[in-house]
């Protein structure tokens, strides 16, 4: 392991292509940058149409450029949540409780360069990680099978939902409709159709996109709309007059990005569970450990840390099934594989042992794409915190426009205009009502592989589940106990800053 | 507004013109519709065979991924799209021929479409641990068969490339067991690495990649790579097992002279250099079939479907 570590350094460097490995992992990274800040272009369509031009380069230079546009797409889809609530994945969903608020604030550039700042050190640090422990990390993954799964699922859908915002009642209500929407569309187990009133439309299930937009998206613009029209119109903000981020608010943030790091880096050793849950975690507990939780989603700049920092440090961890099993996680993973595999590389154990050294030389270049995109994206977030600068007259219509562009575009059905407008005045009534969404989203999420890993336990210990569980899934059998007990923690710490919350309103009625 | 109206009058003058001059097929580029997610066989496949094609067939071929609903969202929309050769569809055998004898669609896959090519196929195998007692296929079913069924068997998916010739297999087998999913192969090969089921069925080029890990106990066809393996029909099971099917179609209604020029063109990339070595590297055959061969398949599978999926849900 060691020798095809040290190995991998002249393969990078000594190989004279190395300025055309730059190159490549810079285009891959504005590219992705650029589809991602799309809405409704998804990072995983611009990988599989990129993947046909890196199986005509250098194995070197074709995976690290689509290892470039996938680093590039997640932070891209981080730009309009921040700028304009419009989150393109679920992954940044969580970044749109604080993102539109600064940018309200006229601090739209800061809270992008905390973004930037955020994901390219919690990606790098897991990157690092990942190279040091990528035969436990490996061991890990195989121990997590689908009643572990299961159980961390169920565990994170209630820790995320005990710590949203308002009351608790509201919370439980908006979990069940988020649950409940999710099982609309096929089973996932025996592909039986479920609450689809026979309508074809709804066989595939609700879209997650144009269901994102609607409600994160919609309500904003509406709400826009309707405060103080006249003050809009006038509103405009002047690029130059934009703070940059400085270095003491930047170390005031070490500790959660260092929290939300390794909270990303272990969730993504778990195989199945992903970004979405590592953003949400990680503002969480951000929230929880701030000694100022009320300030969190009006505009504040470790809200933004957090998530960012956790739904980045996922990457480094999700690749260890695919280099050392061979087993994709995920889409993005299964196109990488079949970047390799076009290479004549087949990830897998024989890979590891016969050619280490290249799958070390392309995690260095995962390295090498950090720092790259650091300096890229330091460049290219004035051009991006301009695009709100324009004239808020012109940038509403925009946003409309935008939205329903992107949950069009995603999957070209007609019927998703239909989705967007729906969840779109659905989220507006519930902004209303004072409803957080974040439960709903959480649980359409994560429902449908909570629902799965649930079906294969059952499957699985089909004589006799209590001893299944007892005797050949004895982790699983601790996360399950564990689950009340943190939960209940988590829920008394919540109140509690709630209560806090509650004070300092009154008190600033008073 | 009579400015809009003189280029909207334009526009229509241009769109029949090149109505009328019937320029030669394909004139613009086809879109060729894959049900299925990024990162799969058929997307994988498809990317190499779609940058090969242009020097042949005189355009590109872009693809378009629609998944959802098992292939069925990718399968309606190039159902209702025009029969013109613009638009095809690249699927395989068990969402075309399986799923209607399962569920209610609003297509009929016979009738609706028409098989332009086969461009290769893949033969699953069943695989177990190296570690394993299990040196056979018959050693699996008589521990299936003496468990009463309980049996930890693994697949892919509900009616999908491995569960169907895995049914197949038991069903011949007269054995029973314990069939638990997984959502796709990646994690059913997990499952069978952890140890959580004992076999399961998966594709030679996914099975190399696993190396000494795994043992092959019999594939669906003879493969070389693999280090011949009894194939399913050596060890007495009849008819095709396992056989994944990657099929062009195209609407039914589409002229014949255009999938005719498909056909000449799909045909062409056997003597392609590019494309054997990618297929070669990809761990996939080049076993292409032409449309009319391959309906007559087609027609027996879906029978030999049809009776499965009334054995399995009789129970």
């Known amino acids: 392991m060691l020798d095809s570590f040290l190995n991998s350094f002249p393969i990078l460097f000594g190989s004279g292509n190395f300025f055309t490995i730059l190159f490549a992992v810079a285009l891959g990274l504005l590219i992705g940058l650029f589809v991602g800040a799309l809405p409704g272009l998804t990072t995983l369509m611009a990988m599989a149409i990129v993947l046909p031009i890196s199986f005509f380069m250098d194995p070197l230079v074709g995976i690290p ?122 089973d996932p187990i025996a592909a039986l159709t479920r609450f689809t009133f026979d309508v074809f439309e709804l066989r595939a299930g609700i879209p997650l996109l144009p269901m994102l937009i609607g409600l994160f998206a919609i309500p904003e613009i509406l709400i826009n709309i309707e405060s103080k029209a006249k003050q809009f119109v006038q509103a405009k903000l002047n690029l130059k007059k934009e703070e940059q981020l400085t270095w003491k608010e930047f170390l005031g943030l070490r500790k959660t990005i260092f929290r939300s790091t ?62 050392t099993l061979g087993i994709p996680g995920d889409n993005v993973t299964a196109i990488l594989l079949g970047a390799f595999v ?169 | 507004m009579k400015n809009l109206l003189k280029i909207f009058i334009g526009f229509l003058a241009m769109l029949s ?92 896959p016979l009738k609706d479409f028409v098989t332009v090519a086969r461009i290769n196929y893949a033969a699953a195998c069943m695989i177990v641990l190296s570690k394993s007692k299990y040196k056979s296929v018959q050693d699996v079913f008589d521990t299936a068969k003496a468990s009463g069924g309980k049996m930890k068997l693994g697949h892919s998916g509900m009616w999908g490339a491995t569960m169907v010739p895995m049914a197949q297999l038991l069903s011949w087998g007269k054995v029973q067991a314990n069939l638990t999913p997984y959502k796709g192969g990646g994690p059913m090969v997990k499952g069978l690495l952890s140890g959580d089921v004992e076999a399961v069925l998966h594709f030679p080029s996914v099975i190399k990649g696993q190396g000494s890990k795994v043992r092959t106990l019999g594939c669906g066809a003879k493969e070389k790579a693999l280090g011949n393996p009894p194939t399913f029909d050596s060890l007495g099971f009849t008819g095709q097992i396992g056989y994944m099917d990657r099929i062009l179609v195209a609407p039914a209604k589409t002229p014949a002279d255009r999938i005719k020029k498909l056909q000449d063109a799909l045909a062409k990339l056997k ?45």
């Open chain 1, 65 to 186: 450029f689509l290892i470039g546009v996938y680093k590039g797409g997640i932070f891209g889809g981080s730009i309009p949540a921040i700028l304009v609530s419009l989150p393109g994945t679920g992954a940044s969903v969580a970044t749109t409780f604080d993102g539109p608020p600064l940018t309200k604030q006229g601090k739209g550039r800061k809270a992008l360069e905390t973004a930037l700042f955020s994901s390219v050190i919690a990606d790098f640090s897991s990157d690092i990680v990942t190279i040091l422990l990528i035969g436990p990390i490996a061991l890990v993954a195989l121990l997590i099978g689908p009643p572990e799964l299961a159980a961390i699922l169920f565990l994170s859908i209630l820790i995320i939902s005990s710590t949203s915002n308002g009351s608790v009642g509201k919370n439980m209500i908006m979990l069940a409709v988020g649950l409940l929407i999710a099982l609309i569309g096929q």
């Open chain 1, 262 to 323: 390794i909270i990303g880096t272990t969730i993504g050793m778990i195989p199945g569970v992903g970004q979405v849950v590592a953003a949400f975690v990680g503002y969480a507990a951000a929230k929880n450990a701030s000694p100022n939780p009320e300030k969190f989603g009006k505009g504040e700049l470790e809200g933004i840390a957090a998530p960012e920092a956790a739904n980045n440090a996922v990457n480094g961890p999700t690749l260890v099934p695919l280099l």
């Open chain 1, 342 to 510: 076009a290479h004549g590389l087949r990830p897998g154990p024989q890979l590891m042992t016969e050619q280490g050294s290249i799958v070390f030389a392309i995690l260095l270049c995962m390295l090498l794409a950090n720092v790259l995109f650091l300096i890229l994206g330091y460049f290219t977030m004035p051009l991006f915190s301009k695009v709100v600068s324009i004239k808020k007259s012109y940038l509403l219509p925009l946003t409309i426009v935008f939205a329903f562009a992107g949950s069009f575009v995603f999957r070209h059905n007609p019927a998703d205009l239909y989705f967007l407008l729906f969840f779109g005045i659905f989220g507006y009534i519930l902004r209303k009502l004072e409803f957080d969404v974040t439960p709903l989203v959480m649980a359409f999420i994560l429902a449908p592989s909570l629902e799965y890993a649930f079906g294969q336990t059952l499957s699985l210990g089909d004589d006799g589940l209590l001893k299944y569980l007892l005797l050949e899934r004895p982790i699983a059998a601790l996360i399950i106990c564990a689950t009340p007990i943190i939960t209940w923690k988590l829920w008394k710490r919540s109140k509690r800053l709630r209560d806090v919350a509650t004070e300092v309103t009154s008190n600033q009625v008073k």
């Open chain 2, 17 to 108: 013109i090149s109505g009328l001059a019937k320029a030669d097929y394909p004139e613009k580029p086809i879109t060729m519709v894959i049900p299925f997610g990024p990162g799969g066989s058929h997307d994988l496949n498809a990317r190499v065979f779609t940058s090969i094609i242009p020097q042949y067939l005189g355009n590109a071929i872009i693809v378009k991924l629609v998944p959802g609903a098992s292939g069925q969202t990718g399968t309606a929309m190039v159902a209702q799209a025009k029969p013109d050769g613009y638009t095809l569809l690249f699927t395989h055998n068990y969402v075309d021929q399986l799923q209607h004898h399962v569920k209610k669609l609003p297509y009929k």
């Open chain 2, 271 to 315: 003597g392609d250099k590019t494309f054997k070595k990618f297929m070669g590297r990809l761990g996939e055959n080049m076993e292409f079939m032409n449309g009319p061969d391959y309906e007559k398949v087609r027609a027996e599978k879906s029978k030999n479907y049809k009776n499965l999926v009334k054995q399995m849900t009789k129970g």
